[in-house]
Structure formats: C-alpha cells, structure tokens
C-alpha cells in the first residue's frame, strides 16, 4: 500500500455521503429478529462494545489491516468510537487512531519505516490531531457492512439467513447465523465498507456472503464477511474478506476528545 492511501483516506471524508434512509427490505427479519432486538437494547441503554477486526483483500485503497477499538451506543445506534488501525506500507508500517464523538472527528496517522523515521505524518507535527466537523464518510450509518448494524442484519435476512449451533466462542455457547446477499452498490469509507440498494455508474456492487455468530444473549460475538467487489461496468472482481469479534457488551467504555491545544485542522 502507497503512503498515499493514508491521505486519500482522510481526504475522502469530506467527498462522502450517506444515503437518505435506512437500507433494507420491508420483510420480517426471521431467525435474526432476536439479534436485532438484543442490538437495539443495547443502543437503548447507551452501553458499549470493544471490537477487533481483520481486514484482508479488496479494492486498491483497502489492501490489508488490523483495527481494535470501542463503540458507545445512543437511541440511534453507534454515537461514538475510538479506533487504532494498523496496516503494512510499502515504506514501513501504517498506524492511525481516529476518534469521533458526534459530528466532530479527530485523527492522527503516520507511516514509519523499519529504521524508525517517519516518512508520512498526518498531521505534520507529531502529537497533534487532525480536527473536523461534519464529515460524512466517519458517521456511522444504516449502510454499512457490520454484525451489529440492524439495517444490514435486516437486509440479509430478508434474504434466506439460516440458522445452526455456532458451538463455543471463548467459552459462549453460539448461534451461527448465516447467508449470501448480492447488493448493487459497494463502497468505502472511514467508518466501514457500505452498501446501497441503488446501482451507481463507475462503482462496485456484488455479493456478501457472511456469518454471525450470537450468544445466548442475542449479541453479537463474531462476524465473517467475504465481499467480492465487482465492478458495474465490468473488470476484475476484488474479493476482501473481513472478520470482526465483539467483546465486553455493556462494559464500561470512555471516549473522550483529544486535548484542545493539540488540535490542529492540518490534515
């Protein structure tokens, strides 16, 4: 991966935009409506969840990562997150920590080469953070690819989810859930891969086959996804693969903005 996927990442935050409404099929969930009900209580209580995720393939600005990180939860869904990712770069190693609290967005990243210097720093200076507002490709959404995400979980089981033992995960007994859905749009952005019901020129769209596997609470533990981005006006598929682990649901979790004086609105 270029050094410049890091800053074409952060500059394409400001070019995204969600769709209007929630991505789904009006058909009953099924087998995942006990899932979707466990999700939303959770919301409801404005808990919490850490995360880790693997990320591997897809198109050219993904290649492969490492992120680990927490959500806190409002009425509506994800409200906030503090996330670490790391990734290989062809210069050395990419490391970039992103947090963001509502609208506001803060981040830092850089790239360091094997003999320790810096070669790629966002911001410029060392410590400081990047500061936005408002910025539409961080914002969680109903669109996105994501085991906790109600609007997806309603998508795929409006078409033909299964169910079956999912055996122990770290010692909890599990439901596997699982199924394919063949979306007409893909995409990326800071918060996740996305997904729209609406085919766009010069995009990506494809098939998600995925897992879920769900304690005896109804959460969320584990995530698979094998996504094959496949280009609308044909070429060569991209196939990622992602695979999410969610631990301490309602566990006390804190989020809080970077100090002011380090807060910079170089990017």
Do not use: C
């Amino acid at each position: 991966m270029k050094r410049m996927s890091l800053a074409l990442v952060v500059a394409g935050l400001l070019s995204v935009t969600i769709p209007g409404g929630a991505a789904h099929a009006a058909t009953r969930s099924g087998s995942l409506d006990s899932a979707i009900a466990a999700i939303k209580k959770q919301f409801a209580k404005k808990s919490s969840v850490r995360f880790s995720v693997k990320q591997r393939g897809g198109p050219a600005a993904a290649w492969d990562s490492k992120t680990s990180g927490a959500y806190r939860f409002r009425a509506s869904g994800v409200y906030a997150a503090d996330t670490t990712t790391i990734r290989p770069e062809i210069e050395g190693t990419g490391r970039s920590r992103e947090i963001s609290i509502g609208r506001d967005f803060y981040s830092q990243a850089y790239v360091r080469a094997k003999d320790g210097k810096y070669v790629w720093k966002s911001p410029r200076t060392l410590g400081k953070w990047s500061h936005g507002r408002n910025l539409a490709g961080v914002i969680w959404g109903e669109d996105l690819v994501n085991g906790i995400n109600p609007g997806f979980l309603r998508l795929v089981a409006s078409h033909g989810a299964t169910s079956a033992d999912g055996g122990t995960f770290e010692g909890v007994k599990t439901t596997l859930h699982s199924g394919t859905v063949t979306v007409p749009k893909l995409g990326e952005r800071q918060a996740g891969i996305s997904f729209g019901t609406r085919e766009e020129e010069y995009s990506w769209r494809g098939p998600i086959t995925w897992k879920l596997w769900v304690g005896q609470d109804n959460l969320p533990r584990r995530f698979h996804a094998i996504i094959r981005f496949t280009p609308t006006e044909g070429g060569d598929v991209k196939t990622m693969t992602l695979n999410v682990i969610y631990r301490d649901w309602g566990k006390p979790v804190k989020i809080t903005p970077p100090p002011k004086h380090l807060l910079t609105f170089d990017w």
